[in-house]
């Protein structure tokens, strides 16, 4: 148990470093991409920053001293801070991948008020789960919390997989895998919910908040370099082509 608290608390500063690093490297990759593509790399590298900002808060709370009661102390339900602002900008930037013209804007709106829509029913579900006596209420916040989770699912599996259908090749891998990180990434977090709902073990917190550090950091990143990668293979394209045009 001591090993699992310590592994934890430095998981935190893992995190936080890795974030602060991704920032650096999105931020630097900026200029190398076509004009149309800088600004996915600019809020990848914006959420990262937040995300390290918060994790050093975070990792001031928990400590690296292998004490329990500073990872117990923590309050679950500040993530949703950092989730509220980032997972919005994390979306945004697939559809600046996307390039979405004015007319499917609405479905953007969309799948961004269904995120939102989650991350605020999941922070009244955490709150009212650390509250005695509202157990209920806990659960109805985060079924809603579900339905706005499927909702985004729906809309990036139909409506948004046709708008990608038409892009070229690097773009549709990118969507590709950044649904797949959707869909998988972030089914962690219900979970979590789920099992801390059931089991109130103390070793089972932390481990809720290791496998939390572990998931936010593969996912705020990993999605950011795929959509740094395809940027990357249009502005090649398009820079060769342009090359063989001037020959």
């Given at each position: 148990m001591a090993e699992l608290v310590l592994i934890t608390q430095y998981t935190f500063v893992v995190t936080m470093l890795g974030m602060a690093g991704a920032s650096v490297f999105f931020w630097l990759e900026r200029d190398t991409l076509e004009a149309n593509f800088r600004s996915a790399a600019t809020i990848a590298?914006?959420?990262?920053?937040?995300a390290a900002t918060m994790y050093f808060r975070m990792s001031g709370v928990v400590g690296?001293?292998?004490?329990?009661?500073?990872?117990?102390?923590?309050?679950t339900h500040i993530r949703y801070i950092d989730w509220l602002i980032t997972t919005p900008l994390m979306l945004v930037?697939?559809?600046?991948?996307?390039?979405?013209?004015?007319?499917k804007q609405g479905v953007a709106i969309v799948i961004i008020a269904a995120d939102i829509a989650m991350i605020v029913f999941g922070f009244f579900g955490e709150?009212?789960?650390?509250?005695?006596?509202?157990?209920?209420?806990?659960?109805?916040?985060?079924?809603?919390?579900?339905?706005?989770?499927?909702l985004l699912l729906y809309?990036?599996?139909?409506?948004l997989a046709e708008v990608a259908k038409d892009k070229v090749v690097p773009v549709r891998r990118a969507f590709f895998n950044?649904?797949?990180?959707?869909?998988?990434?972030?089914?962690?977090?219900?979970?979590?919910?789920?099992?801390?709902?059931?089991?109130?073990?103390?070793?089972?917190?932390?481990?809720?908040?290791l496998v939390y550090n572990i998931s936010d950091l593969v996912n705020k990143v990993g999605l950011g370099l795929i959509a740094l990668i395809a940027a990357k293979e249009i502005t090649r394209d398009i820079q060769l082509k342009r090359a063989m045009r001037d020959i």
């Open positions: 590298g914006i959420y990262t920053a937040i690296t001293n292998g004490d329990i009661q500073g990872l117990l102390a923590l309050p930037n697939l559809m600046i991948l996307l390039e979405v013209t004015a007319e709150r009212f789960a650390n509250t005695p006596g509202m157990t209920f209420e806990a659960w109805v916040m985060f079924s809603l919390g579900m339905l706005a989770f499927i809309m990036l599996y139909s409506t950044i649904r797949l990180f959707i869909l998988i990434g972030w089914s962690i977090y219900p979970l979590g919910f789920v099992f801390g709902m059931l089991g109130d073990a103390d070793g089972f917190k932390v481990a809720r908040e």
